[in-house]
């Protein structure tokens, strides 16, 4: 699943390709209706690769929490984020036994389920485990980086 130039935009419904970068912002598609977009600088805007969910443990992913949808559906539909409340929170229990009940409302579990129905119909969701590109040179790059030796400045 790569939702990398997946967007979130304040104010818009549904969610948005990033296209190209301008000097006053940048053009975005639609993915709902494919209309595209101009969005500037001051707008809110959120990637879905940067947005995660509270858990009592720690803080997941929303790619993860999307991909465990996908698995649950065998990358097929969900559950319609008009349902009642309880129905609602009884399913994102089943997709994440540990988010953080005090923290995460019944709006950020409908957000959720509501960007899975847009990226599912888009054949953007996979249950796949993610795959990064170059992974073992960014290994390497890693150790190579653990490996060198600190030096720390020090004031006289």
């Given at each position: 699943?790569?939702?990398?130039?997946?967007?979130a935009?304040?104010?818009?419904?549904?969610?948005f390709?990033?296209?190209?970068q301008?000097r006053?912002g940048?053009?975005?598609?639609s993915?709902?209706?494919?209309k595209?977009?101009?969005?500037?600088?001051?707008?809110n805007?959120?990637?879905l690769?940067?947005?995660?969910?509270?858990t009592?443990s720690e803080?997941?992913?929303?790619?993860?929490?999307?991909r465990?949808i996908?698995?649950?559906?065998?990358e097929?539909?969900?559950?319609?984020n008009k349902?009642?409340?309880?129905k609602?929170?009884a399913?994102?229990?089943?997709?994440?036994?540990?988010?953080d009940e005090?923290?995460?409302?019944?709006?950020?579990?409908?957000?959720?389920l509501?960007?899975?129905?847009?990226?599912?119909?888009?054949?953007?969701?996979?249950k796949e485990?993610?795959?990064?590109?170059?992974?073992?040179?960014v290994?390497?790059?890693v150790?190579?980086?653990?490996?060198?030796?600190k030096?720390?400045?020090t004031k006289k």
């Amino acid at each position: 699943m790569n939702v990398e130039k997946i967007l979130a935009i304040a104010g818009k419904p549904g969610l948005f390709e990033l296209k190209l970068q301008t000097r006053s912002g940048f053009l975005a598609e639609s993915l709902l209706d494919g209309k595209k977009i101009t969005v500037g600088l001051r707008s809110n805007v959120s990637l879905l690769s940067e947005i995660s969910v509270y858990t009592y443990s720690e803080e997941k992913p929303l790619v993860e929490i999307l991909r465990a949808i996908a698995i649950k559906e065998n990358e097929g539909p969900t559950i319609s984020n008009k349902e009642d409340n309880a129905k609602l929170v009884a399913y994102f229990k089943e997709v994440l036994p540990d988010y953080d009940e005090d923290r995460v409302y019944v709006s950020d579990i409908k957000k959720v389920l509501n960007w899975y129905t847009i990226l599912q119909a888009k054949g953007l969701v996979s249950k796949e485990e993610p795959i990064v590109e170059n992974a073992e040179a960014v290994k390497e790059q890693v150790v190579e980086e653990i490996k060198a030796p600190k030096t720390s400045k020090t004031k006289k």
